[in-house]
Each structure stands twice: as C-alpha cells, then as structure tokens.
C-alpha cells in the first residue's frame, strides 16, 4: 500500500462535494475546509456553504465558485 503522502491528490469539481467532506482549495491559496453544505444554482454557479479553522477559531463562511472548478478531497482527520 502506497504511504498517503505519495499518493497523487484527488480533485474533484465542486459540484460533486458532499456535507462532511473535507477540502482543500488547491486553486485558492491551500485552505482546508469541511463542506457542510452545497447547493448548485442555474448558470452553472455551485455555492459552498465551509467550516473553517484558524487561530484556533471556527468560522462559517459562504462561497460561489464556477461548476468545474476542483478542490483537492482530504482525508479525514480527527479533531483533537
């Protein structure tokens, strides 16, 4: 089995992200996210409802990104 830091990174296009996958934004600075919610809208617009930490704060944030656009799937880790 091959150690998961070699493994090549999953993209997949926003469109098909589910609440509860994890994300990182390769496209857009490297930012992990939790999908908690997603919604595809006419005109091919897929709006991101994300859970964000950072500094040890959780933040909720609302993004439109264009259908197509790809987000590397991150494995689970657990929350500590």
Partial sequence: ME??????????????????????????????YIVLESKVLS????????ESKANDQLRVIEMSFPAGYEMERSPRRPIL
């Fill in 3 to 32: 150690p998961d830091h070699l493994k090549a990174p999953e993209l997949v296009p926003v469109e098909a992200l589910r609440s509860g996958e994890h994300v990182t934004d390769v496209n857009g600075g490297g930012q992990h």
């Fill in 43 to 50: 005109g091919g617009c897929v709006v991101l409802e994300l």
